[in-house]
T-cell receptor, first 110, second 114 residues
Framework: DAKTTQPPSMDCAEGRAANLPCNHS???????VYWYRQIHSQGPQYIIH???NNETNEMASLIITEDRKSSTLILPHATLRDTAVYYCIGHYNQGGKLIFGQGTELSVKP | GAGVSQSPSNKVTEKGKDVELRCDPISGHTALYWYRQSLGQGLEFLIY????????KSGLPSDRFSAERTGGSVSTLTIQRTQQEDSAVYLC????????????FGEGSRLTVL
């Protein structure tokens, strides 16, 4: 699975968009990009995943660059409840484990 | 149940004792994963089940750790002769099929070894 690199921490003002970057320069053509988040003292929660095209669901949008070397998770209107550690993971869509790195600790401030 | 259920939610034990942690995945989910998370650390993969077999046990830290899954459903993680470094939150997750897609995590079992 591709190694991913994320900034260790970010701040965002409540109500503004939170844009969380992820570099995955070694990603191969059939590896997906997954995003999960972990709110303090809870189990991780799936957010979104994608291969090439941009994806959107009720939680977030995922923008993948054309060369697939990086992506951005967008929370369009961050709330205090979005404060969490966000994990970007590269994974072939086959059986097996997801490897969680250190992630980005997002703090949404009033 | 509606989600992944883990028990006990908290376990305090003495060094050297054996402990069993239980995971009840979402009904119909064929894949089951165990992770652990030490205080302030990231998630560490332990073992992955597809059905009752475990094609990936690569994360089990020592032979004191073992896990089984029966009937394609409930899984038990056993830690023998517990050590203080085993203290962590043990998280279980399940997914509908072998492709991870959306993993559904339980709330975890917090293990404290005194």
């Amino acid at each position: 699975d591709a190694k991913t690199t994320q900034p260790p921490s970010m701040d965002c003002a409540e109500g503004r968009a939170a844009n969380l970057p992820c570099n995955h320069s070694t990603i191969s053509g059939n590896e997906y990009v997954y995003w999960y988040r972990q709110i303090h003292s809870q189990g991780p929660q799936y957010i979104i995943h994608g291969l090439k095209n941009n994806e959107t669901n009720e939680m977030a949008s995922l923008i993948i660059t054309e060369d697939r070397k990086s992506s951005t998770l967008i929370l369009p209107h961050a709330t205090l409840r979005d404060t969490a550690v966000y994990y970007c993971i590269g994974h072939y869509n086959q059986g097996g484990k997801l490897i969680f790195g250190q992630g980005t600790e997002l703090s949404v401030k009033p | 149940g509606a989600g992944v259920s883990q028990s006990p939610s908290n376990k305090v034990t003495e060094k050297g004792k054996d402990v069993e942690l239980r995971c009840d995945p979402i009904s119909g989910h064929t894949a089951l994963y165990w992770y652990r998370q030490s205080l302030g650390q990231g998630l560490e993969f332990l073992i992955y089940f597809q059905g009752n077999s475990a094609p990936d046990k690569s994360g089990l830290p020592s032979d004191r750790f073992s896990a089984e899954r029966t009937g394609g459903s409930v899984s038990t993680l056993t830690i023998q002769r517990t050590q203080q470094e085993d203290s962590a939150v043990y998280l279980c997750a399940s997914s509908l099929g072998p492709v991870p897609g959306e993993l559904f995590f339980g709330e975890g079992s917090r293990l404290t070894v005194l």
